[in-house]
């Protein structure tokens, strides 16, 4: 199948999203002399159905997406797919359009969605008398060179944003280049079939032969030029992969970044959890104070209203007390009027009882103080007065009382006396006397 001018259909997807083994292929070299053209074989598994931009391409290895081709021919559509010899194709490249260096290359077959359905094992493009030792590449090699592909292509997928537009700059590079290319084929082909020409009439077309030589030449400093055009662009992208490994270090500082904001992140959530529970804590503490405060002023006012009452019921005692304490002095006057009375009805004067009272002799004779002989009615007075020594007084409210008249009123008070409460009447032992106090006490709380 010869190669058409439009570019095939490639995309920026990764290795890693490939398919290596829908297609297989065979009969491989390990290496294919230069100049001459290079067959591809290749066999289609059962599950896999070709389309009709499908495409097979030379990469260079270490490629990364399927923009990074060297050269490709497009595939044949089987008439029966389901016949065993559609599965076996084939696809020819010519030597114009193969590499020149000794680089490892291989073939990858790519579907029309720009995705690689299969790939080869690397090959070389060298002479075989190169060298006079014959280089054994090993299935361990190969394996190396696998894992390698798989480091470059675990690499890419970290850079797949930041090489897409200079891989697409590299893919329109390659594509003028492989123009102009085409371009140098076609005259060298026209070159070719004059010269072919000029041998039959070498003498008719002498002239013309001058011309072509000169063209010739042209076409050969066109060459140059496009091989120092070649050489630069070889140098831009080497340039151009300085700059992708300067991203690739790029990101891996963004990632570890990220990694650490993320933990930071982490961090800070952790703290504003505590501290929402801390909160919460807090907003419980406060609603219980409150419900405290609300007991406390409901407790304080309860005892505002109880000192009120005992306050009140203070000022009544008060009342209370100055009544009794009037009543009482009331009393005392009555007492003393009732004492005047009763010591009037006994003929003595109450004014003059502390100078009246006699003193004993060793004796017993009496005598009054103004006296020598003593007093001549002192018998008289013994026997119709009562002595001041026979007056007695009451052990619960001190009164006075002669023995000749209150003698049985005195014994009954002396024998069972008794407390009365100035406030509720009520009546104590005289052996009660501390819990007489304590009731009086009370009424005064």
């Keep these: 199948m010869e190669e058409t001018i439009g570019e095939p259909p490639t995309s920026a997807v990764l290795l890693d999203h490939c398919h290596f083994s829908q297609v297989i292929f065979n009969s491989v070299e390990k290496f294919y002399v230069p100049g001459g053209d290079v067959t591809c074989y290749y066999t289609l598994t059962q599950h896999f159905i ?48 193969l590499p020149k260096d000794d680089e490892y290359y291989q073939f990858c077959y790519v579907d029309q969605d720009g995705v690689v359905r299969g790939a080869s094992i690397p090959f070389q493009f060298r002479p ?87 063209q010739s030449q042209k076409m050969s400093s066109e060459n140059e030029r ?127 009882l502390p100078y009246q009272v006699p003193t004993s002799n060793p004796g017993g004779a009496r005598r009054s103080p103004g006296l020598v002989y003593g007093n001549p009615y002192s018998g008289i007075q013994e026997s119709s007065a009562p002595s001041l020594l026979s007056i007695k007084k009451c052990p619960t409210c001190k009164s006075d009382f002669g023995d000749d008249i209150f003698n049985h009123t005195l014994e009954q008070d002396v024998q069972s006396p008794s407390l009365n409460c100035p406030i509720c009447d009520k009546y104590f032992p005289a052996k009660e006397k501390q819990i007489f106090e304590d009731h009086v006490f009370c009424h005064t709380l």
Aim: proline fraction near 1%.
């Design 226 to 352: 496009m091989g120092v055009r070649v050489d630069q662009l070889q140098a831009q992208l080497s340039t151009q992969e300085k700059e992708m490994e300067k991203l690739v270090q790029r990101v891996q500082e963004k990632t570890e970044q990220v990694e650490q904001l993320k933990k930071e992140n982490g961090q800070l959530f952790l703290n504003l959890t505590e501290q929402r529970a801390h909160q919460k804590t807090l907003e419980q503490t406060v609603e219980e104070m409150k419900q405290q405060r609300t007991t406390a002023a409901k407790k304080q006012q309860e005892l505002t209203d109880q000192n009120f009452d005992l306050s009140k019921k203070l000022s009544e005692n008060k009342i209370i007390y100055s009544t009794l304490q009037k009543e009482k002095e009331r009393m005392e006057k009555e007492n003393d009027r009732e004492n005047s009375r009763l010591l009037s009805y006994m003929g003595l004067d109450h004014d003059s």
């Design 50 to 97: 070709p389309r009709r931009k499908d495409w097979i391409g030379i990469f260079r290895v270490g490629w990364k997406t399927t923009r990074e081709y060297y050269t490709f021919m497009w595939v044949t559509l089987p008439t029966d797919l389901n016949s065993e010899a559609a599965k076996q194709q084939e696809v020819q490249f010519k030597a114009y359009y």
């Design 128 to 214: 075989e008398n190169e060298e006079d030792i014959l280089v054994v590449t090993t299935q361990g090699e190969v394996e190396e060179i696998e894992q390698h592909n798989k480091e470059l292509r675990k690499e890419n997928k970290e850079l797949k944003d930041s090489c897409v537009s200079l891989q697409k700059q590299n893919s329109d590079l390659q594509a003028e280049l492989q123009k102009k290319q085409e371009e140098l084929e076609t005259l060298k082909s026209i070159s070719k079939k004059l010269e072919e020409t000029m041998k039959e009439q070498k003498d008719s077309w002498k002239t013309e032969l001058l011309q072509l030589k000169e």
